[in-house]
T-cell receptor
Framework: KNEVEQSPQNLTAQEGEFITINCSYSVGISALHWLQQHPGGGIVSLFMLSSGKKKHGRLIATINIQEKHSSLHITASHPRDSAVYIC????????????FGTGTRLQVFP | NAGVTQTPKFQVLKTGQSMTLQCAQDMNHEYMSWYRQDPGMGLRLIHYSVGAGITDQGEVPNGYNVSRSTTEDFPLRLLSAAPSQTSVYFCASSYTNYRNTEAFFGQGTRLTVV
């Protein structure tokens, strides 16, 4: 059974800081998703990756398939980045099911 | 392009009442799913569907029913609400056919059962 673990659970930062959120999983996967959830809001997909690295604006996501680990980085953090960041994995191409981590709550203070 | 539309956004039910959470997507996605989100836990899969007329149970299906009569709609029914069903519910959709695709989520329904 694939288990997805995120760290840290909670994270506070000052505006402008570089932030890293980690995700580890226990079995091989076909893809990993990074999602964002603002307080009281819906869930938005940030990245889907199966290898290497992706960048969108100030957000960077990396994945190391051999180590079963992914990181989400936020450069020059801003208070509007305050949200819960969720990692989710898809185990194989033969299933569309996602396994979710419990999320990392990020608060960025001005 | 509306994406995934989920209604209502908030709902309060009395124990024993029934209700239907609506979910619709306009992206012609084959795969649709319902999750519940509880404090300290990751999203857990309730039911899912890989296409019209096909549904299956997820991790926590008890107390919930679903149907998929069209590609666009995937309603979730609570037949007799219980306080343990107090949660935030999310509907999601994606393409399938053995490729990695982005998942799209609705805005969520915050349900309280008293």
């Amino acid at each position: 059974k694939n288990e997805v673990e995120q760290s840290p659970q909670n994270l506070t930062a000052q505006e402008g800081e570089f932030i890293t959120i980690n995700c580890s999983y226990s079995v091989g996967i076909s893809a990993l998703h990074w999602l964002q959830q603002h307080p009281g809001g819906g869930i938005v997909s940030l990245f889907m990756l199966s290898s290497g690295k992706k960048k969108h604006g100030r957000l960077i996501a990396t994945i190391n398939i051999q180590e079963k680990h992914s990181s989400l980085h936020i450069t020059a953090s801003h208070p509007r980045d305050s949200a819960v960041y969720i990692c989710a994995t898809r185990q194989s191409y033969t299933t569309d099911k996602l396994i979710f981590g419990t999320g990392t709550r990020l608060q960025v203070f001005p | 392009n509306a994406g995934v539309t989920q209604t209502p956004k908030f709902q309060v039910l009395k124990t024993g009442q029934s209700m239907t959470l609506q979910c619709a997507q306009d992206m012609n996605h084959e795969y649709m799913s319902w999750y519940r989100q509880d404090p300290g836990m990751g999203l857990r899969l309730i039911h899912y569907s890989v296409g019209a007329g096909i549904t299956d149970q997820g991790e926590v299906p008890n107390g919930y029913n679903v149907s998929r009569s069209t590609t666009e709609d995937f309603p979730l029914r609570l037949l007799s609400a219980a306080p343990s069903q107090t949660s935030v519910y999310f509907c999601a959709s994606s393409y399938t056919n053995y490729r990695n695709t982005e998942a799209f989520f609705g805005q969520g329904t915050r349900l309280t059962v008293v």
